[in-house]
């Protein structure tokens, strides 16, 4: 995992050398509609391209969940109420296409508003403890879903020349949808996650034409 995110870091600063534009590290919250995701920690890497007022961009995300959850339903396995109490280590992964148009601009900030989409790779691991009547135990596990699409907009305000010229600061709004299980398949525990994505960083223009 640390040599993708190296290598990404790499392609980011390398493609902004050739294209002249602009790369941006943010810190990132993400509240889900998941129990497995409810309130995660990441970063998000990326790369702004931009034409006039448009602007494209491409970005790697990762998300960290590490508090522990509950589960209580009833198993067809069992034929009885199980109870499942998870110490989790899950992470979620996306690359991320987006576009926004810049609604406002002055001397010191600008405001945009668009859309994302992406495709997201979700890792389930840790243990948990599982209770079925009088009987308890004690478990590992490992679940991915591969290749999961999203769709997004987001809202972005920045603010320019913090330190010096070439540097800004955003924060940004991201609400989303992420596919999870296949669309109608039995057994499914979600068909879609919704997202809520709060994310603070900062910007470094490569070229003070960049806008």
Known sequence: MKNTTFIIIG???ITA???GQQIYIDGLYGRSSAKEFKNSWGYDLGYNYFSNKNRFGISFKQYFYYTNYDDFYFSRTYGEWCFDKYE???MRMGVNLTYSYKLLENKN???FLGASAGL???IFRGRYTRIVGSDIGEFRCFNERINRYGLGVLLEYEL???IWDRVS???KINPEFTNFDRFLSMGGRYWFIGWANFSV???YQLQKNAE
């Open 88 to 90: 989790p280590q899950n």
């Open 11 to 13: 392609f980011l600063l």
């Open 17 to 19: 050398e050739v294209a």
């Open 169 to 171: 600061m955003s924060a």
């Open 120 to 122: 997201n790779y979700y």
């Open 160 to 162: 320019k020349h913090i």
């Open 201 to 203: 960083g900062l910007k």
């Open 109 to 111: 900030s600008n405001l």
